[in-house]
C-alpha cells in the first residue's frame, strides 16, 4: 500500500493551479497553521518527518528515531499529526501534536494499520487495515483516542480495499478497491453504507482519491492513457473524468 504515496499536493494543481513537490517528499497540504507536513530523507536513511511553511522557511524536524515514519496528515484543527509508524513487522498508527512531542500509538498490534485521515469535524480517523481472518485490507475507521474502531468495508482475501479518503462534509469516504478486478475508485457513505463504483475501468489502475474542496470533484492517479500514471478529475454525480 506504501507505494500509493499521497495526493494532496498534487490537487493543489488540480484545483488551484499552483506548483507541484516532488513526489518523494509524501507531503499533506497546510493545516490550519499553514504548513505542510511531509516525510524527507535529508537527515537519516529512513527518513523522518518534518513541517514547513507552505511558501517556504525553515524545515521543522518532528521525529527522531529509527523508526520509518510516513503517510503523515494534519488534524483540521492544525493541533496534531496523524501518521504511520514501522519499527519492525506490521506499521502501526500514532498521532503527536503539531511540534512533534506527546506521540502516542492509537491503532499498534499484529496488523498493518496505514493511510490514516482525518474526518472534516476531527473527531474520527479513517485508516486502512489487514485487521482481519484472511488478512485483507479495509477500510477502518476509528475515535482519534484509537477507541470505537469499525471495519467499514468487510471483504475476503482476494477483494483490497485502501486509500480512504473523507468528503469536505464528512458523510463520504472515497477509497480504491480491487473488488471488481482491476483497482477503482469508490464512494460510500462515512458509516460504510452506499458503496458505488465511481470509474469502473476494467484494463488499468485508477487509485488515491482526493475530494476538491466543494466535494464536488474526486482528483485520482491513473494508468488508463498508458503506463504512465496521470491525474484524472472526476464529477461525482455523473462519472465524467478528465486529464
Not at 9 to 32: E, K, M, N, Q
Not at 42 to 57: A, H, I, S
Not at 105 to 118: F, G, I, K, L
Not at 212 to 222: E, H, N, V, Y
Amino acid at each position: 500500500m506504501r507505494r500509493l504515496l499521497a495526493l494532496s499536493i498534487v490537487l493543489v494543481v488540480a484545483f488551484a493551479g499552483a506548483a507541484t513537490v516532488p513526489r518523494s517528499a509524501d507531503a499533506v497540504v497546510p493545516g490550519a497553521v499553514g504548513q505542510i507536513v511531509f516525510w524527507s530523507d535529508r537527515d537519516m536513511p529512513q527518513g523522518e518527518l518534518y513541517t514547513r511553511d507552505f511558501t517556504g522557511g525553515t524545515w521543522e524536524r518532528l521525529t527522531w528515531n529509527t523508526a520509518y515514519e510516513r503517510e503523515s496528515a494534519w488534524s483540521p484543527d492544525g493541533s496534531a499529526i496523524a501518521y504511520s509508524l514501522t519499527v519492525s513487522g506490521p506499521s502501526a498508527i500514532w498521532v503527536m501534536n503539531r511540534y512533534g512531542d506527546l506521540a502516542v500509538p492509537v491503532a499498534s498490534d499484529s496488523y498493518d494499520n496505514t493511510e490514516p485521515t482525518w474526518s472534516p469535524d476531527g473527531s474520527r480517523i479513517a485508516y486502512t487495515s489487514d485487521h482481519t481472518a484472511s488478512l485483507a485490507y479495509d477500510i477502518w475507521v476509528m475515535n482519534t483516542n484509537g477507541s470505537g474502531k469499525k471495519n467499514l468495508t468487510p471483504s475476503t482475501v482476494s477483494s483490497q480495499d485502501w486509500n480512504p479518503a473523507w468528503s469536505p462534509d464528512g458523510a463520504k469516504i472515497a477509497f480504491t478497491s480491487n473488488r471488481a478486478g482491476y483497482p477503482d475508485v469508490y464512494v460510500m457513505d462515512s458509516d460504510g453504507s452506499n458503496v458505488t463504483n465511481l470509474t469502473k475501468n476494467t484494463t488499468w489502475w485508477d487509485y488515491d482519491p482526493t475530494w476538491s474542496p466543494d466535494g464536488t470533484q474526486i482528483a485520482f492517479l491513473s494508468q488508463r492513457s498508458g503506463s504512465y500514471e496521470e491525474l484524472y478529475v472526476i464529477t461525482r454525480t455523473v462519472r465524467t473524468s478528465t486529464r
